[in-house]
């Protein structure tokens, strides 16, 4: 792709964040931050280093730093994308949802369960609303609650998002 648009080209940009986000859904983050990262600098490069398109790979990559244990840059790059989103974006797109969801992984990962509760309730109630409960990203919320109760050593609240889950979970058709 690169040579026949060349290294600057949004549509560059985009498959380098697929490349990334295909990584990462393997559950190779460390994969996934290179990929993430040249496609930042390529919007940066193209004036789309604060556009909305930006804001998904800034999302992916605070997630990938995340599962890396980079706190300190994840929550930068969240804390941008979550600026972007405020200021661009419609409320009802499920990216809010999506970036306040993976900012509550970051209070978790803090051990600030009170306020990563929060953060985490809100986006699994706001993504359900927009994208349903069987979506991917309706599906990876109630995975972040149920890892806070988890951790916060509330197995009733756990339990009852695992319920939740079972629920999400698609149904196999028979042959």
Same mark, same amino acid.
């Given at each position: 792709?690169?040579? +026949?648009?060349?290294?600057?080209?949004?549509?560059? #940009?985009t498959?380098l964040n697929?490349?990334?986000?295909?990584?990462?859904a393997q559950g190779?983050?460390?994969? #996934?931050?290179?990929?993430y990262r040249?496609?930042?600098?390529?919007?940066g490069?193209?004036g789309?280093?604060? +556009?909305?398109?930006?804001t998904?790979t800034?999302t992916?990559?605070g997630d990938?730093?995340? /599962?890396?244990g980079?706190?300190?840059?994840a929550?930068r790059?969240?804390?941008?994308a979550?600026?972007?989103?405020?200021?661009e974006?419609?409320?009802a797109?499920?990216?809010r949802?999506?970036i306040?969801g993976?900012?509550?992984?970051?209070?978790?990962l803090?051990?600030?369960y009170?306020?990563?509760e929060v953060?985490l309730? +809100?986006?699994?109630e706001?993504l359900?609303?927009?994208?349903?409960?069987?979506s991917?990203q309706? /599906?990876a919320?109630?995975?972040r609650l149920i890892?806070l109760? /988890?951790?916060?050593s509330?197995? /009733?609240? #756990?339990a009852e998002y695992?319920?939740?889950?079972?629920q #999400?979970a698609?149904?196999?058709?028979?042959?």
């Amino acid at each position: 792709m690169k040579a +026949s648009l060349g290294t600057e080209h949004h549509y560059v #940009a985009t498959g380098l964040n697929n490349l990334g986000f295909l990584h990462a859904a393997q559950g190779d983050y460390a994969a #996934a931050i290179p990929p993430y990262r040249e496609a930042l600098t390529i919007y940066g490069k193209i004036g789309l280093g604060d +556009s909305l398109l930006a804001t998904y790979t800034m999302t992916n990559l605070g997630d990938a730093l995340l /599962e890396t244990g980079q706190l300190q840059e994840a929550y930068r790059h969240i804390r941008r994308a979550q600026t972007i989103l405020r200021r661009e974006s419609d409320p009802a797109l499920p990216q809010r949802d999506v970036i306040d969801g993976i900012e509550g992984k970051y209070l978790l990962l803090q051990g600030s369960y009170s306020d990563a509760e929060v953060k985490l309730t +809100s986006s699994f109630e706001g993504l359900r609303k927009k994208t349903g409960l069987q979506s991917r990203q309706t /599906e990876a919320a109630l995975v972040r609650l149920i890892r806070l109760y /988890e951790r916060w050593s509330k197995p /009733e609240r #756990a339990a009852e998002y695992r319920k939740l889950l079972a629920q #999400a979970a698609p149904k196999a058709e028979a042959p």
